[in-house]
Nanobody
């Protein structure tokens, strides 16, 4: 069974930094695109950043220049380095990945980790 486990969330003041991690475990044949989403109450979950297995990245406009997504393919782990955090970055952050398992190709979600930025 595939599991995605996020860690690294917490509370920081505006201007601070946090690094989120997403560790993937289970019967994985191929770990393809990995993504970070975030969700706040009353708002639709939004895609924050994407990284392909080759390392190509894309970002939500509002986080460009402040957030960096990366991955360690040997560890099946993705990261989201968040700098210059703003109160509007407060959200639950979710890891998401496209994974080829033994007989299926499926999209998986982590349980989420809370990030709170105070002004």
């Amino acid at each position: 069974q595939v599991r995605l486990v996020e860690s690294g969330g917490g509370s920081v003041q505006a201007g601070g930094s946090l690094t989120l991690s997403c560790a993937v475990s289970g019967s994985i044949l191929q770990l393809n695109v990995m993504r970070w989403y975030r969700e706040t109450p009353g708002k639709k979950r939004e895609l924050v950043a994407t990284v392909t297995s080759e390392g190509s990245t894309n970002y939500l406009d509002s986080v460009k220049g402040r957030f960096t997504i990366s991955r360690d393919n040997a560890k099946n782990t993705a990261y989201l380095q968040m700098n210059s955090l703003k109160p509007e970055d407060t959200a639950v952050y979710f890891c998401n990945a496209d994974i080829l398992e033994i007989s299926t190709f499926a999209n998986h979600w982590g349980q989420g980790t809370q990030v709170t930025v105070s002004s």
